[in-house]
């Protein structure tokens, strides 16, 4: 068993992409828009609803059961794509990389761009009060990058 294609996900993978390219293009979008699947891509089976996985299948020239979890030919992973936790966790990160924490001083905890001009630093300081957290966190990924 491989490592979860999902972002964030950190479950044991038990399907690999499908074969026929139609199928397998619906599962790399349901993923992400710029994912690319390999051969030893793979998922977990918490990202299919139930119903689309077959617990136990019967050979049909054997008449052997097998344990082996199958997907009925119509699967496409729906479910928990997107982890909250996990992109919570990710977010603390950068804001951590970006800040000290624990300092006394209200400067220091500023990004360095706002301090770059000493004139303004009281206008910058201002500015930088005006910043959401949404901004503070797509300019955080942009830097980090």
Not at 12 to 28: D, G, N, S
Not at 29 to 40: E, L, P, R, T
Not at 57 to 64: A, D, H, L
Not at 77 to 93: D, F, G, I, Q
Request: hydrophobic content about 35%.
């Amino acid at each position: 068993m491989g490592k979860c294609s999902v972002p964030f996900c950190k479950g044991k993978a038990t399907f690999t992409f499908p074969k026929y390219e139609k199928r397998q293009i619906l599962w790399e979008k349901a993923i992400s828009i710029n994912f690319q699947s390999s051969k030893s891509s793979r998922l977990w089976s918490i990202h299919f609803e139930k119903d689309l996985i077959v617990e136990k299948k019967e050979s049909f020239y054997t008449g052997v059961t097998t344990s082996k979890k199958y997907l009925k030919p119509n699967a496409v992973p729906t479910l928990m794509l997107e982890l909250e936790a996990e992109k919570s966790r990710r977010s603390e990160k950068i804001r951590k990389a970006l800040f000290e924490e624990g300092s006394n001083d209200s400067s220091s905890s500023l990004p360095l761009s706002l301090l770059d001009d000493p004139m303004n630093i009281s206008e910058n300081i201002a500015q930088f009060d005006r910043i959401t957290d949404k901004e503070l966190y797509i300019n955080s990924i942009i830097i980090i990058k």
